[in-house]
């Protein structure tokens, strides 16, 4: 069965602005219905839903978002994996697809919630003090990885769809951030990262990293996964 090109979370979005164009149209009030007419054009594009082409490929990672890489370092994930971690962070602009998708394959651990404040997405302090939402996965080979959904300036309204205990796909929808924000995404220290800073990605079809074969050294015992070298 063929998808709607617009993500569920949208609908409402499109349709009000949409009927209250019809309304004032119907009402002689053409003044009134083009701004709605084009309020309801902007949350269709906005949320727009298109197919995405998933690669294949042992220990790919994709990315979840569309987007631009502003973050791509070794850091320490407090929250859930408590341990060293390759940490690469996707800022979505208002300009981007907004549905996120699942990094890579496995089973859900744990969702986590957590409140905050609403800064510019694309600053550092975002990933720490924004409202924010954790999945942790464990991959078939024991791996775990961390994918976070940041809130940011206008961007109020996180939706993830994952629930613990729950099998995902790399490249599948999971949910969406309204109005532009960020997603990190925390990987084993020893992933070999596939993209650079500054370099513009495409939820589900990007690839962000490959794990290291599974057997090989885990987070914390690799020789660390640093910021890729610049041509």
Not at 95 to 122: D, I, T
Not at 129 to 144: I, P, Q, S
Not at 191 to 212: D, T, W
Request: with cysteine; hydrophobic share 45%; net charge positive.
């Amino acid at each position: 069965m063929a998808r709607s090109p617009i993500a569920l979370e949208g609908v409402l979005f499109v349709a009000a602005p949409a009927v209250a164009a019809v309304a004032a149209w119907g009402a002689g009030l053409a003044w009134l219905a083009w701004p709605f007419g084009l309020a309801a054009l902007f949350c269709c594009w906005f949320f727009r839903d298109p197919e995405r082409v998933v690669p294949e490929g042992a220990d790919l990672v994709v990315s979840p978002a569309d987007g631009k890489i502003i973050r791509l370092e070794r850091v320490r994930e407090e929250r859930l994996l408590k341990d060293e971690a390759l940490k690469i962070s996707i800022f979505m602009n208002v300009f981007n697809v907004h549905v996120n998708r699942v990094p890579a394959s496995g089973r859900v651990l744990e969702v986590l919630y957590r409140p905050g404040r609403f800064f510019n997405a694309s600053l550092d302090k975002a990933s720490e003090e924004n409202e924010k939402n954790y999945v942790l996965v464990e991959d078939d080979a024991g791996r775990r990885y961390v994918f976070c959904q940041i809130a940011g300036l206008i961007a109020r309204r996180i939706v993830c769809r994952l629930a613990p205990g729950e099998r995902v796909k790399r490249g599948e929808r999971f949910g969406l951030i309204r109005f532009g924000s960020r997603l990190d995404v925390y990987l084993p220290t020893d992933s070999e990262p596939m993209v650079r800073r500054g370099e513009k990605v495409r939820a589900g079809s990007s690839v962000l990293a490959r794990f290291a074969p599974a057997g090989a050294q885990g987070p914390g015992e690799g020789g660390g996964a640093g910021e890729r070298p610049q041509p």
